[in-house]
């Protein structure tokens, strides 16, 4: 695309009113296709629950997630055995369609800062208390769709504590 034709392209973008209280726009392309949608809410949500180690977080209808990256603040308890964590996205069908294991597995009484964004390298040893692990650059979840982070193996999952941060910004669709 020319330099001209991308701005004739951003010319095009305007507002088009709200849907439940979000900005809406409309554009076109350079071929004529008429296109609407909403502007992003960039948010960090948080779940510190307590005595869990498996928490799965579910898009609302209407609603479209771009995930920018997560951290998970993992403890596991003097319970002897190997914890994996993995975060495992579902589309509205539960078709598991991403699925990613950190690189390390955790033993017990440990705490260890996890942290998912793209481009990071997938890590097989801690900096300090922290593992990088990579997910894709635009990892979008549908509505109804989830994203769950677990120890699969499920050592102490009523006991170990994960305290999952979220960056992501949400589309009303």
């Known amino acids: 695309m020319a330099a001209g034709d991308q701005t004739l392209a951003a010319m095009r973008v305007q ?64 319970s002897v055995g ?30 260890t800062i996890y942290v998912f964004a793209p481009g990071l390298p997938h890590q097989t040893a801690l900096i300090n208390t922290q593992l990088l692990v990579p997910i894709p650059p635009n990892l979008l979840i549908g509505a109804a769709g989830t994203m769950r982070l677990v120890d699969t193996n499920g050592v102490d999952a009523a006991a170990d504590d994960m305290t999952v941060r979220i960056n992501r910004s949400t589309y009303a669709l």
């Open 82 to 111: 190997n914890r994996q964590l993995a975060l495992l996205i579902e589309d509205s069908a539960t078709i598991q369609y991403f699925f990613m294991n950190a690189g390390l597995l955790q033993t017990a009484s440990l705490t």
């Open 15 to 78: 507002l088009a009113g709200e849907t439940n209280g979000v900005p809406r726009l409309l554009g076109s392309t350079l071929s004529g296709h008429l296109f609407t949608h909403a502007h992003p809410t960039l948010e960090t949500v948080e779940d510190a629950l307590a005595n869990d180690s498996d928490k799965t977080f579910t898009v609302p209808a209407a609603t479209q997630w771009w995930v920018h990256s997560i951290e998970v603040v993992f403890t596991s308890t003097a």
